[in-house]
């Protein structure tokens, strides 16, 4: 049974105070699925430029399936989780050819394209098609919590928040969940609430038990890990050498120094036979340039980056030019990179390497 009185109370809170956002109020389904996949767990004000830069250079579902996957993954550097730029572009790709390029309103099929997930798909077809399906982000699942006065992440409350938000979901649906979004993200935030602007208070549980703040319990905040690499800054002439990620690893498509996964030893015959292994490359380490920290959601890197010179020159006529490549530094900015290595790049600077 649906729920009239939260219904237009969400509404009416909407229109209102809703945030002004580019890929709002365009009626355009890829854009609407575009600034879907890049809100991925990524904050808001980090998306808007990227789309926005998105946007200029491939305005449509078809001139990203004609794009080429390095083009998009530089648009994308620095947004993390690359996995969403290849899944989108191949997704894009599927559309174009088993779709006739119209993004099919059918949840199912929609839900089976690369990188289409439960919530991507509920929030795609509640906004761009209003159809209604409870779409449940960070954002939502938190006042969700509050609302229904749950304190436990069981998948027991999860199906009850589902249940509940279907309730909510007849009039307008795209913009219901965008309303609980917002709410989420201005008036409902994880440490701070303001429940006397809140269209949910009449009902709201948390709001009603005396202290908000106390609901959902608090994630236990894991340990990041730490792996140790070693990166080496190789010159000949005036280039340097760079490496392509393999396309089956998270960081796959992206380029990189020539860098090793060591076990937290700064032993240098192994890191010399690990190099081989991987890049068949012989080297001579000449000395340490420094060492940087860079942190992902789920570990830390923690690089220490050496100069060395290739001993092999083998190596010069057998590689590969599609994984393998000398470029000068003011041809970095051709390449998608992810992050650690510009900060590598900030080090040759500062030591004027
Ligand atoms: S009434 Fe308060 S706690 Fe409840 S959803 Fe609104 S802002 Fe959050």
Not at 9 to 29: F, Q
Not at 116 to 123: D, E
Not at 141 to 154: A, E, I, P, Q
Not at 161 to 179: C, D, H, M, V, W
Request: hydrophobic residues 35%.
């Amino acid at each position: 049974m649906y729920n009239t009185n939260i219904n237009k109370a969400l509404l009416l809170w909407y229109d209102v105070h809703k945030r002004k956002l580019p890929w709002r109020e365009i009626n355009d389904t890829y854009k609407t699925w575009l600034s879907e996949v890049m809100l991925q767990q990524t904050q808001v004000n980090t998306v808007i430029p990227y789309y926005k830069k998105w946007i200029k250079k491939y305005p449509t579902l078809l001139s990203v399936a004609n794009s080429d996957i390095d083009d998009l993954l530089k648009l994308w550097e620095g947004l993390g989780y690359y996995s969403r730029c290849k899944n989108f572009y191949n997704a894009c790709r599927i559309v174009m050819n088993d779709y006739c390029g119209e993004i099919p309103s059918d949840i199912k099929k929609f839900n089976s394209l690369p990188g289409v997930g439960p919530y991507i798909a509920a929030a795609v077809m509640s906004i761009a098609f209003n159809q209604s399906h409870p779409a449940i982000d960070t954002n939502i699942n938190r006042v969700m919590f509050r609302y229904l006065g749950l304190k436990n992440k069981t998948n027991y409350n999860k199906k009850r928040i589902y249940s509940k938000l279907a309730t909510f979901n007849n009039l307008r649906p795209g913009e219901i969940i965008q309303s609980i979004m917002d709410i989420g993200s201005s008036i409902c935030k994880t440490n701070y609430v303001n429940c006397e602007n809140c269209p949910l208070s009449n009902s709201c549980k948390a709001f009603i038990n005396g202290n908000p703040l106390l609901y959902p319990n608090p994630k236990l905040k894991k340990a990041i890990p730490i792996n140790y690499f070693i990166a080496c800054f190789i010159q000949k002439n005036k280039s340097m050498l760079i490496v392509k990620r393999k396309n089956d690893d998270a960081l796959g498509g992206l380029w990189e120094l020539p860098m090793i996964k060591v076990d937290g030893l700064n032993n240098r015959s192994l890191f010399n036979v690990s190099l081989k292994n991987k890049y068949n490359i012989n080297l001579n380490i000449n000395y340490k340039i420094g060492n940087i920290v860079h942190s992902f959601s789920h570990y830390k890197m923690n690089i220490s980056f050496y100069n060395c010179e290739i001993k092999n020159s083998k190596f010069y006529s057998t590689s590969d030019t599609n994984y393998i490549k000398w470029i000068t530094r003011k041809e970095i900015n051709n390449y998608a990179f992810h992050k650690a290595n510009h900060k590598l790049f900030d080090l040759l600077e500062k030591n004027n390497v």
